[in-house]
């Protein structure tokens, strides 16, 4: 392989991953906006579920003021049974009585409904309480992740533009003009590799002529159809077979 074409090779090889790490680094902020997300509705979870107890609470205190304003009807009732003095007075106190007690049972009923369901809020706000706690321990661990990784990531691309500079000294100038357009021109990607016939960037088949100079690996040649600088791998030749 020529000494152009193989350096060449390298410097996309360092491009490429150079991108892959930009890519990433890109990524990050998405990742971290992901975390928040999963936060803010784990939180807004349990607010929903404290906004149901409490409503709960709040009900069964309403209900609780009915009964005692029942109880100091029937108590009424106690007292004005003595000032009854005809027997149609008194089957209308018993009627009242009848009734205060009718709707008291009614409403100590609709009590033990939400006393029940409050249990079922309480154990619902707790699962909640647990999803969000363990939603931001999640979250801290990812960012501390994140953080690592960001820091890891700038020192790779540090450690990449170096060889780059150190690689792009090595190539002759009108070789290392022609890689840079083409790796503006075509997303990151000036060298591909041809592959039975192929280019693996555009994936076009060669002519004939071509694929037989890119197979030399001895000179410059690019794609027909993508312009893309190409090289050729050989197959690996097979072990000798050892002697009988």
Excluded at 71 to 90: I, Q, W
Excluded at 103 to 117: T, V, Y
Excluded at 194 to 223: F, I, K, S, W, Y
């Amino acid at each position: 392989m020529s000494p152009t074409l193989a350096s060449l090779i390298a410097l996309q090889q360092i491009d490429s991953a150079a991108e892959t790490a930009r890519r990433r680094l890109a990524e990050l902020p998405s990742a971290e906006e992901a975390i928040d997300l999963a936060i803010a509705q784990a939180a807004a979870a349990v607010d929903v579920e404290r906004a149901a107890l409490t409503e709960n609470h709040a009900a069964r205190r309403v209900l609780e003021k009915d009964v005692a304003g029942v109880d100091s009807r029937l108590a009424r009732f106690d007292d004005h049974k003595a000032a009854v003095k005809t027997n149609h007075e008194y089957t209308a106190l018993l009627h009242e009585i009848a009734t205060a007690k009718t709707e008291k049972e009614a409403i100590e009923d609709r009590i033990l409904a939400l006393m029940e369901s409050a249990d079922s809020l309480t154990q619902r706000l707790k699962a909640a309480e647990v999803s969000l706690a363990q939603a931001k321990r999640d979250g801290d661990q990812a960012r501390m992740g994140f953080a690592a990784e960001r820091t890891a990531l700038a020192a790779e691309l540090a450690r990449l533009a170096a060889a780059r500079t150190t690689q792009t000294r090595v190539v002759e100038a009108r070789a290392l003009s022609t890689y840079e357009q083409l790796l503006k021109g075509r997303r990151g990607q000036a060298v591909a590799e041809m592959r039975a016939g192929h280019c693996t960037a555009c994936h076009v088949r060669l002519r004939p002529a071509v694929e037989q100079q890119v197979r030399r690996n001895e000179d410059l040649v690019q794609c027909d159809s993508c312009q893309r600088l190409l090289y050729f791998v050989p197959a690996p030749r097979a072990a000798a077979a050892p002697p009988a």
